[in-house]
């Protein structure tokens, strides 16, 4: 997978040299670009912002350096691009609010851009320009506002990139994870390592009574639970057709 990000603020995505998305790229399963936003800036001051029009707090991202760049990245695509063109993922407090779902359809492409705002933002006409060029999703982490996008791109790349075959050693634990489809979205349950007592607390003796049948069920009941007691609105999504009449009855 290639990904583009263009940004003001390159230093911010120096993570994604480290850990499991550093290796990624080591073994060629992963291809960062990053680019610098200023370099598609032709005044001394190397400005990519002003006032906005209306009057209003804050200084907006100018349409030009973001028109230059990104044609510029369209212009480079990866050997095995989509003919659709990349998706344009543009982080925003007012996007589609990011979940596991929307990595899943990420991870899908070959080919993804990112384009990192700062001040109050980018320049409406942009997203408006590259709608008709290419797929634009705005996204959103969440319900709170953050000074850029990124944050929000780090967090998008590595729910994205730990999707990616040979990125994660095992695979199988994709499926076992909270908000996984195979797990029907649900929270993921409580889980234990040794010792079996610390402080007091001991493991749930189910889970360590060998009872493979019993330990599926606990796990599904407290999956169940946990996801009833703090994210409703996941349960509420949940297909009847998948669940049995315990799992109702939890
Ligand atoms: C209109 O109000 C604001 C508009 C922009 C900003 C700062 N800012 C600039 C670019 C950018 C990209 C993403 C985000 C973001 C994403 C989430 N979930 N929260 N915040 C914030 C961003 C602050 C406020």
Request: charged letters at 25%; hydrophobic letters at 40%; a negative charge.
């Amino acid at each position: 997978m290639r990904l583009d990000v263009v940004t003001i603020f390159g230093e911010y995505l120096q993570p994604l040299q480290l850990s499991l998305i550093g290796k990624a790229q080591a073994q060629g399963l992963l291809d960062v670009r990053v680019r610098d936003l200023r370099e598609h800036t032709h005044d001394r001051h190397r400005t990519v912002d002003d006032t906005p029009y209306g009057g209003g707090a804050g200084l907006l991202m100018k349409p030009e350096p973001w028109g230059e760049a990104l044609d510029a990245v369209l212009a480079d695509p990866p050997e095995d691009a989509d003919p659709r063109g990349p998706v344009l993922v543009v982080p925003s407090p007012v996007g589609e609010v990011f979940t596991q779902r929307a990595a899943v359809e990420l991870a899908a492409e070959p080919w993804l851009v990112f384009a990192c705002g700062r001040y109050e933002g980018i320049d409406a006409r942009v997203v408006e320009h590259y709608r008709t060029r290419v797929r634009v999703r705005e996204v959103s982490l969440g319900d709170y506002v953050l000074n850029g996008g990124e944050v929000a791109v780090l967090a998008i790349t590595e729910a994205v990139a730990r999707l990616l075959p040979g990125v994660i050693g095992n695979a199988a634990s994709l499926t076992e994870e909270s908000h996984a489809p195979e797990h029907d979205g649900l929270l993921e349950h409580p889980a234990y390592t040794k010792p079996a007592s610390w402080r007091g607390l001991d493991v749930p003796a189910v889970l360590a009574g060998g009872n493979h049948a019993a330990v599926e069920r606990w796990r599904r009941d407290e999956a169940l639970r946990r996801t009833a007691t703090r994210r409703p609105d996941v349960l509420a999504r949940l297909d009847p057709e998948r669940c049995d009449a315990r799992d109702l009855a939890v």
